[in-house]
T-cell receptor, first 111, second 110 residues
Framework: GNSVTQMEGPVTLSEEAFLTINCTYT??????LFWYVQYPGEGLQLLLK?????DKGSNKGFEATYRKETTSFHLEKGSVQVSDSAVYFC??????????FGPGTRLSVLP | NAGVTQTPKFRVLKTGQSMTLLCAQD?????MYWYRQDPGMGLRLIHY???????AKGEVPDGYNVSRLKKQNFLLGLESAAPSQTSVYFC?????????FGSGTQLSVL
């Protein structure tokens, strides 16, 4: 079946540090890949997505590249802010149905 | 612009009690989903619906029932609550490949 694996958290960084959150996936077919973010007390929000190999999704300074050869979709940001503190979920879907989410990685950014 | 609205936001039940969680969306989406979120396990799909009058089982459907009598509403029922159902429940609706989530219901079963 389809699955998503993320690096274990929590991740604690100082403001302006570089962020990487690793994500790898297993899927049949041709999945689309996503990063969702959950701020405290809220539901998940779509952060970025990529629909085919070598696509790069980007939003709010975050980037992730769909790497089919390594089945990965790592999230990166060059300079994190305190407001980026949240839980980040990697996810996939095939044909826009039945999304599969990773366990989430909690990020804390200290001033 | 309400988006996806869940009620209630918090609830405490005793083992064996029943309750219904309501999800309403105003975006005319065909697809709606119920997930539960548990520490270290991410989101797990309970049930979903691909349109009015349809429902289907997800990954963890046991102990839950759902109904989609109107396109905009998706109800999740617990007939006899158990402590294992203590969790945070999220409803989502979908348009193509983007999901829109409600703010969640925190349920404790004692």
């Amino acid at each position: 079946g389809n699955s998503v694996t993320q690096m274990e958290g929590p991740v604690t960084l100082s403001e302006e540090a570089f962020l990487t959150i690793n994500c790898t996936y297993t899927a049949t077919g041709y999945p689309s890949l996503f990063w969702y973010v959950q701020y405290p007390g809220e539901g998940l929000q779509l952060l970025l997505k990529a629909t085919k190999a070598d696509d790069k999704g980007s939003n709010k300074g975050f980037e992730a590249t769909y790497r089919k050869e390594t089945t990965s979709f790592h999230l990166e940001k060059g300079s994190v802010q305190v407001s980026d503190s949240a839980v980040y979920f990697c996810a996939l879907s095939v044909y826009g149905q039945n999304f599969v989410f990773g366990p989430g990685t909690r990020l804390s950014v200290l001033p | 612009n309400a988006g996806v609205t869940q009620t209630p936001k918090f609830r405490v039940l005793k083992t064996g009690q029943s309750m219904t969680l309501l999800c309403a969306q105003d975006m005319n989406h065909e697809y709606m989903y119920w997930y539960r979120q548990d520490p270290g396990m991410g989101l797990r799909l309970i049930h979903y619906s691909v349109g009015e009058g349809t429902t289907a089982k997800g990954e963890v459907p046991d102990g839950y029932n759902v109904s989609r009598l109107k396109k905009q509403n998706f109800l999740l029922g617990l007939e006899s609550a158990a402590p294992s159902q203590t969790s945070v429940y999220f409803c989502a609706s979908g348009a193509g490949e983007k999901l829109f989530f409600g703010s969640g219901t925190q349920l404790s079963v004692l």
